[in-house]
Nanobody
Framework: QVQLVESGGGLVQAGGSLRLSCAAS????????MNWYRQAPGKERELVAS????????DYADSVKGRFTISRDAAKDTVYLQMNSLKPEDTAVYYC????????WGQGTQVTVSS
């Protein structure tokens, strides 16, 4: 059974930091590109960050470049999103997603940044 389980969301003040985790199981994690998406109320889901299966290449939305860092731990089948200098506009539900021969999604974790 494929599972992507996000954790680490919560309420933080503007300028603060959070680290999201996404634990994967049920598929070959090492062969999948891993992505973090987010969706704010009334807005479309957007791709925030991506990391290739090897971890050698990453990509970020312009809105988070220099503030967010995506990484993965092959030994733990886990992908992370370190979020620094958070802004109120980062408030959203954050989703972990795996992209490979198939696509899988987590259930999401709420991040709320207060001003």
């Amino acid at each position: 059974q494929v599972q992507l389980v996000e954790s680490g969301g919560g309420l933080v003040q503007a300028g603060g930091s959070l680290r999201l985790s996404c634990a994967a199981s049920g598929f070959t994690f090492s062969t999948y590109t891993m992505n973090w998406y987010r969706q704010a109320p009334g807005k479309e889901r957007e791709l925030v960050a991506s990391i290739t299966s090897t971890g050698r290449s990453t990509d970020y939305a312009d809105s988070v470049k220099g503030r967010f860092t995506i990484s993965r731990d092959a030994a733990k089948d886990t992908v992370y999103l370190q979020m620094n200098s958070l802004k109120p506009e980062d408030t959203a539900v954050y989703y972990c997603a795996a992209r490979g021969t198939r696509s899988y999604w987590g259930q999401g974790t709420q991040v709320t940044v207060s001003s």
